[in-house]
């Protein structure tokens, strides 16, 4: 019976731990974020070719079609595979691929299917933390996405806490 009892102390525990959440709503798989020409999101499974919708986050949000042009592992593509970052990075749960696009990219999120999320009345935007950057996108001021780049090294935080 004390078992029982722990388990269900547990199990209510975890639903209330901000850890449960099912993933961003269910949207890892078709939303990531950029450094450069490197997308890292939750999704093994991006083929070659495959077109995307990049959302620049410049001084101004702008919009930009681009296309996965392979998975990789290696650094010398992918700043948050650089030697200071990449365990981290990786032990959250993201896959590494780099993308053409026609602009630099510096900062900047990735939609898979756009067409399956109305852009229209959301917000892009990032912040950074002690040690990385957090992304977000939200809608009627509530965040329907977030996703975190670790950088290796501290930074100044620019996020408030909401």
């Not at 602009?103 to 852009?119: D, Q």
Request: hydrophobic share 35%; net charge negative.
């Amino acid at each position: 019976m004390k078992l029982f009892i722990l388990f269900i102390i547990a199990v209510m525990a975890t639903s209330c731990s901000p850890l449960s959440k099912q993933d961003n709503n269910g949207l890892d798989n078709e939303i990531g974020w950029l450094h450069g020409r490197c997308l890292a999101i939750k999704n093994a499974d991006i083929p070659p070719q495959y077109q995307i919708k990049l959302v620049h986050l410049d001084d101004e949000v702008t919009f930009e079609k681009a296309i996965v042009l392979k998975k990789t592992t290696e650094s010398e593509e992918c700043y948050p595979l650089m030697d200071d970052r990449a365990s981290v990075n990786k032990n959250a749960g993201y896959f590494f691929y780099i993308i053409k696009s026609e602009r630099p990219v510096n900062l900047a999120i990735g939609l898979l299917n756009p067409e399956e999320l109305s852009i229209s009345g959301l917000k892009f935007s990032y912040c950074t933390t002690t040690e990385g950057v957090q992304f977000s996108i939200s809608k009627n001021s509530s965040v329907i996405w977030q996703g975190y780049y670790y950088l290796g090294y501290e930074s100044e935080p620019t996020c408030t806490s909401e």
